[in-house]
């Protein structure tokens, strides 16, 4: 894996979930939006937020 693309900042996103346990997609939005205007170099997905074994596919 080349590394070099992940310098700078990541910031792990966390996963805003529905009363129904749905991914809240506007909630998503707004949190990618905030982050993205604190000028982080990159975002990480499911990164260390424990939301990934939650969710299926």
């Not at 590394?3 to 792990?12: C, M, W």
């Not at 000028?39 to 260390?48: K, M, N, R, S, W």
């Amino acid at each position: 894996m080349n590394t070099e693309i992940f310098k700078g900042t990541g910031v792990a996103l966390i996963t805003p979930f529905n009363k129904d346990l749905s991914i809240d997609f506007d909630g998503l939005k707004a949190v990618i939006d905030h982050v993205s205007e604190g000028e982080a170099d990159y975002l990480v997905i499911f990164g260390t937020t424990g939301e990934a074994p939650t969710i299926t596919a």
